[in-house]
């Protein structure tokens, strides 16, 4: 049994002396279950998010993909990028990206998470004009929202937390949804948004955010057929990074210095 072991055994240490660190074993659904009477572990997949409510509902802590990143390698690259290559995203890593949403927290569980993914060239340059692409450029950018391959439009629908929270066990003992301290729905598009944001850093992208200003909001639902009840929080940029020049000078980031960690963090207390 050893020497059945000993190819990927050594494949693994190769794998390390490159990497300069530990490389997590993903063990085989099969492995050696049936000799050690345990019941298989379940290889880390990367289309586990397809996998119907209840199968699952465990947290699975094994690497998500033997080529994924480490979460400080993703947060180091966590920067908004405003210039990409124009070649389209392959399905199934886009598909991959979005899926991130089942991941997310909500109040409750309501799930009043939407996105709408935006391919369409023509839907795509509709969308930029309400945004005002014409402003980035102006200033030197290049036409980074109707260049982007895909946009993921970050939607919420308040219903859902209505509706999830008159179920029995969320009322309160007068029968009655809670008060709202906040807007949890509009919370926890954010929540999916950088899910999207985190994964498309994981699948080798780059990622951008932009808001639809308030005067344009009515066309470019029109635009999206999105239903009453079913409002835009912010639209992300997809892409594979290309040369940007300007994000580092003149974007928010770039005029604006960085708070310190004690202005936005205290312990214990205010
Ligand atoms: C809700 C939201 C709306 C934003 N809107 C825009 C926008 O309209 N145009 C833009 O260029 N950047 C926009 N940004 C990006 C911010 O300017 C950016 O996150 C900030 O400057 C920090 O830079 P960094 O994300 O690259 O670290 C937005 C970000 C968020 C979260």
């Known amino acids: 049994m050893h020497e059945l072991h000993e190819p990927f055994h050594r494949l693994r240490l190769a794998f390390e002396h490159?990497?300069?660190?530990?490389?997590?074993?993903?063990?085989?659904?099969?492995?050696?279950?049936?000799?050690?009477?345990?019941?298989?572990?379940?290889?880390?997949?990367?289309?586990?998010?397809?996998?119907?409510?209840?199968?699952?509902?465990?947290?699975?802590?094994?690497?998500?993909?033997?080529?994924?990143?480490?979460?400080?390698?993703?947060?180091?690259?966590?920067?908004?990028?405003?210039?990409?290559?124009?070649?389209?995203?392959?399905?199934?890593?886009?598909?991959?990206?979005?899926?991130?949403?089942?991941?997310?927290?909500?109040?409750?569980?309501?799930?009043?998470q939407r996105f709408v993914v935006i391919t369409d060239d023509e839907r795509k340059h509709a969308l930029a004009e309400a945004a005002g692409e014409e402003f980035y450029v102006e200033q030197g950018f290049p036409r980074w929202i109707s260049g982007a391959p895909a946009l993921v439009v970050v939607c919420a629908r308040e219903e859902d937390y209505h509706e999830r929270y008159r179920l029995p066990d969320k009322v309160g003992e007068d029968d009655r949804e809670i008060e709202w301290p906040v807007p949890y729905w509009y919370v926890d598009a954010g929540k999916a948004a950088m899910l999207v944001l985190l994964a498309a850093i994981d699948e080798g992208l780059a990622a951008g955010v932009f808001g639809i200003p308030a005067e344009w909001m009515q066309r470019v639902r029109e635009l999206l057929g999105l239903p009453d009840d079913v409002a835009i929080v912010e639209v992300i940029t997809l892409g594979r990074g290309a040369q940007d020049t300007l994000s580092d000078r003149r974007s928010s980031r770039a005029t604006h210095p960085r708070k310190s960690l004690d202005e936005l963090v205290r312990w214990e207390r205010w």
Request: aromatic share 4%.
């Open 18 to 112: 490159r990497l300069h660190r530990a490389v997590v074993t993903v063990p085989h659904p099969a492995g050696n279950a049936p000799l050690l009477g345990e019941p298989p572990r379940r290889i880390a997949k990367e289309h586990a998010l397809d996998v119907a409510v209840g199968d699952d509902a465990a947290a699975n802590h094994d690497a998500y993909s033997p080529a994924g990143m480490e979460f400080r390698d993703i947060l180091e690259r966590r920067r908004m990028v405003r210039a990409y290559e124009p070649e389209p995203i392959p399905r199934d890593k886009l598909e991959r990206i979005v899926a991130t949403i089942r991941r997310a927290p909500s109040g409750g569980f309501s799930q009043g």
